[in-house]
């Protein structure tokens, strides 16, 4: 669980970014000014997606406008609460949190791609930070919450 920890705090540190790009980008159109976010570069534009309705996807399910970055944070919050208390409580909710989030990374994903034709790195890592994570929690659950290897019933 350790390695799924480790990504959950790599989601937290990009979501934070996105989050201070959405601020920035904010105060940048209050202001009347211009704002270039760092991971703005050559065709890949963080900030058209962040500041596209698409960033604040709750609001499409019947839920205020809540950035999917202030969201992310919250996630990856409380995936590092949960393994670092009780990793073998807690790693079903751990799983199911996480299979929705790939759910919501492909969803968002096809948005990113064929809807805005755009290409943002932030959020294709936080995809990534997804994907792995599942990934590692597919095996453990392979294994079962101890790490043993379960044995077949034949």
Request: glycine content about 6%; hydrophobic content about 50%.
């Given at each position: 669980?350790?390695?799924v920890r480790l990504l959950a705090v790599v989601g937290f540190i990009l979501?934070?970014?996105?989050?201070?790009?959405?601020?920035?980008?904010?105060?940048?159109?209050?202001?009347?000014?211009?704002?270039?976010?760092?991971?703005d570069v050559g065709w890949f534009s963080c900030s058209k997606v962040f500041s596209s309705e698409y960033g604040h996807a709750s609001q499409f399910?019947?839920?205020?406008?809540?950035?999917?970055?202030?969201?992310?944070?919250?996630?990856?919050?409380?995936?590092?609460?949960?393994?670092?208390?009780?990793?073998?409580?807690?790693?079903?909710?751990?799983?199911?949190?996480?299979?929705?989030?790939?759910?919501?990374?492909?969803?968002?994903?096809?948005?990113?791609?064929?809807?805005?034709?755009?290409?943002?790195?932030?959020?294709?890592?936080?995809?990534?930070?997804?994907?792995?994570?599942?990934?590692?929690?597919?095996?453990?659950?392979?294994?079962?919450?101890?790490?043993?290897?379960?044995?077949?019933?034949?």
């Open positions: 669980m350790w390695l979501s934070a970014y996105a989050y201070h790009v959405e601020q920035e980008l904010i105060n940048a159109q209050r202001s009347g000014l211009q704002y270039v976010a760092l991971c399910i019947g839920l205020p406008r809540i950035s999917n970055a202030l969201f992310g944070m919250l996630f990856y919050t409380a995936v590092i609460t949960f393994t670092s208390l009780a990793p073998k409580l807690m790693f079903p909710v751990v799983f199911l949190m996480y299979a929705v989030s790939c759910v919501g990374s492909l969803v968002l994903g096809c948005i990113l791609i064929f809807v805005l034709n755009d290409i943002c790195i932030v959020c294709m890592s936080i995809y990534v930070v997804n994907f792995v994570s599942m990934y590692r929690l597919v095996g453990k659950y392979r294994r079962g919450p101890d790490g043993k290897a379960k044995k077949k019933v034949n």
